[in-house]
C-alpha cells in the first residue's frame, strides 16, 4: 500500500483545485495592497469585499458582520477576550471538551482574575447536561459569557446551537460558539440563529489555511483584538490576507453547492466504517453519539488496549494511514486525549479518531480495516 489513506480531515483538509484556481491571480499578477487608493489596490479591495459578501450570503448574514482572520483559535480568542472586556461578561460558562482555542483562553482569563469560570455537566454520551447549563444560568449573579462548541472535533458530537441561544437570551448571557468544524459542513442561518460570536477555518473544508472568519451579531460592540491599522473596518489590524480570503469564500461556496451530495457520500463512508471496525475487530466501541446528534465527517473509536493496540497510530503512520489520537491541534509528544478523558476515562482503551471528506471511499475503509485486524 504505496499510497497514503488519509483519514484526518478533521484536522486539516487538502485544498480543492477550483480553489487554488480562484486564488492563483492573487498570487501573481492581482498583488496590490488593499488598502492603497490607486486602482490596483482597490481591485484587491473588492475581491475582499465580495468575498465578504458571498460568505454573508451562505451563512445569512450581513457582510458588516463578517470579519476576516488567521483562523478559528484567532477568531475564539477574539470573541471571548471581547466578552470579558468589552461586554461586562465577569462569568465565563463553558465545557471541559471545548477545543484548546477555547479552554486555554477561559482558563487564562480565569487564572488572570478577570472571571468566574464554570464547566457545564456532561452526560455519559458527551452531550451537554442542558439542565445544568441553565441552573449556572440562573444562579450566577454576574453577567455570563456561554462558550460552547458547536460540534466536538473529537468525537462530533453537536450542540443544539438554537437551545442554547434561547437559554443565552433568557439569562441574558452573551453566547460564542466554536463552529469550526460545521462551517463548509452544516447550512447556517445566522439571522434567525440566536448567537452572539461564531467561528469558522477554510483548512476545514478545503479551503486555505491560515484564514478564518468571526461573526460579530450587528447588536454587538467590541474593540479591536489586533491594534496598528484600519483594516477589516477598525476590526482587525494588519494586511490582508488577500489570496487567502479569496480561497476561503471560493471554498465556502463550493462547500455550500454540493452540500448534500458530499454529506450523503461521507455519511456512507463513515457508516461502512463502523460495520466494518464491528465485523472485523472484537471489542471495538464507539465515543460520543455517533448516530445520534452528531457530525457526519468524524468517527471516534476505542480499541481495545493490548501490546498491539498501544502502538496503533504508530504502525499506522508506517502503512500510510493517516490518523489521530486525540485532537490533531496539539502535536509532538502525545499527551492522550482531555476530551476522550472527560466522556470516558477507560485506561483499557485506545482512541483513534478517523475523519472523512468527499474525496475518501469506501475500498480506503476496506484497506485500513484489513490493516487494523493485521496489527490488532
Do not use: W
Request: with cysteine.
Amino acid at each position: 500500500m504505496t499510497d497514503r489513506i488519509y483519514f484526518d480531515n478533521a484536522a486539516t483538509t487538502c485544498l480543492d483545485p477550483v480553489v487554488l484556481e480562484a486564488m492563483m491571480p492573487y498570487l501573481t499578477s492581482s498583488y496590490g495592497n488593499p488598502s492603497s487608493i490607486y486602482s490596483y489596490g482597490r481591485e484587491s479591495r473588492l475581491a475582499i469585499e465580495n468575498a465578504r459578501k458571498s460568505v454573508a450570503k451562505i451563512l445569512n448574514a450581513h457582510p458588516a458582520e463578517i470579519f476576516f482572520t488567521s483562523g478559528g483559535t484567532e477568531s475564539s480568542n477574539t470573541a471571548i477576550s471581547a466578552a470579558v472586556r468589552d461586554l461586562g461578561c465577569k462569568h465565563i460558562i463553558s465545557s471541559e471538551i471545548e477545543h484548546h482555542a477555547t479552554l486555554h483562553t477561559v482558563e487564562y482569563l480565569h487564572r488572570t482574575g478577570d472571571v468566574q469560570l464554570s464547566y457545564v455537566k456532561l452526560l455519559p454520551n458527551g452531550h451537554i447536561d442542558m439542565s445544568d447549563l441553565e441552573s449556572l444560568l440562573a444562579g450566577s449573579n454576574e453577567r455570563c459569557l456561554v462558550s460552547l462548541m458547536h460540534a466536538n472535533n473529537e468525537i462530533g458530537n453537536m450542540l443544539d446551537i438554537s437551545a442554547t441561544g434561547e437559554l443565552c437570551k433568557k439569562y441574558n448571557a452573551i453566547f460564542h460558539s466554536d463552529t469550526v468544524q460545521t462551517v463548509g459542513h452544516f447550512p447556517f442561518d445566522l439571522r434567525n440563529t440566536p448567537v452572539h460570536f461564531i467561528t469558522g477555518a477554510g483548512h476545514k473544508f478545503h479551503g486555505p489555511k491560515g484564514v478564518g472568519i468571526l461573526y460579530i451579531n450587528e447588536n454587538v460592540r467590541i474593540t479591536p483584538f489586533v491594534h496598528g491599522g484600519s483594516q477589516e473596518r477598525n476590526m482587525r489590524a494588519g494586511t490582508e490576507n488577500l489570496y487567502g480570503i479569496v480561497g476561503f469564500a471560493k471554498a465556502l461556496e463550493l462547500a455550500t453547492a454540493n452540500h448534500e451530495m458530499d454529506r450523503q457520500k461521507i455519511q456512507a463512508t463513515r457508516l461502512h466504517m463502523k460495520e466494518q471496525l464491528e465485523q472485523h475487530i472484537p471489542g471495538v466501541s464507539f465515543n460520543g453519539d455517533p448516530f445520534g446528534a452528531s457530525l457526519y465527517t468524524v468517527l471516534s473509536v476505542s480499541f481495545p488496549k493490548t501490546d498491539k493496540s498501544e502502538m496503533i497510530l504508530f504502525n499506522m503512520d508506517i502503512n500510510n494511514i493517516c490518523a489521530s489520537g486525540g485532537s490533531a491541534c496539539t502535536s509532538g509528544a502525545d499527551a492522550g486525549s482531555h476530551v476522550i478523558r472527560a466522556i470516558n476515562n477507560n485506561e483499557n482503551q485506545m482512541t483513534v479518531r478517523f475523519s472523512f471528506s468527499k474525496y475518501n471511499t469506501k475500498e480506503e475503509v476496506d484497506a485500513v480495516v484489513r490493516k487494523l485486524k493485521e496489527m490488532i
